[in-house]
């Protein structure tokens, strides 16, 4: 990657900001939706840990397709993950766990658990309560239905892109613990408020400086 130092990053943040302002506005209107589409980004997101994230979102598509994502058995769904999806057997149990803590006789209640007054709690609540969800990929679902405005998603394009401007001296093997994760967030948070690109902004410039593209 070309892009060293943080005058260059403005300058690539000011290329890719309308594509950057329109995923957002994506993401936001996502809020509004049914909960059983708010269950899906959940439910990618569950996905997406190891994985990759086109593939993951196939997933999510061919299980919708085949009406399993908010009925179908383990048995059914692990096929389905097979292929596309990293460890598809503990992740199709995931799925299924996630599932039982929304219940609600056929239907589903999500948005109603999550408080967008106080993300940081909703944040601890879904790391406490759905299996296979750490910070990284609490945050990165809370991003996608327009609720992370203020978190950072600490994946590996993310850590990377952070030691090459300086904001951290070297990749963690691993920021699984609170601490750990609230620490160098908070030190993306001072960094984007220094080179004056929001921090939701600055999480999909990293991500598309890093893979060519803005997904989710």
Known sequence: MKHQTAKDLLASYLKLKPLIKKRLAEFRANSKKRDEEIFSELCFCILTANANALKCDEAIRKLREKKLLLSGSRCRIKPILKGRVRFHNKK?????????????????????????????ATRDWLVKNIKGYGYKEASHFLRNIGLGSDIAILDRHILKNLKRYGVI?????????HKGYLA?????RKFSKKIKIPLEDLDLLFWSLQTGFIFK
């Open 169 to 177: 001296s070297s990749v963690p093997s691993s920021i699984g613990s």
């Open 184 to 188: 160098i967030e908070e030190k993306m």
């Open 92 to 120: 199709a149990d995931f799925l299924v766990a996630a599932r039982n803590v929304f219940k609600n006789g056929k239907g589903l209640n999500i948005k109603k658990r999550l408080d967008k007054k106080d993300i940081i």
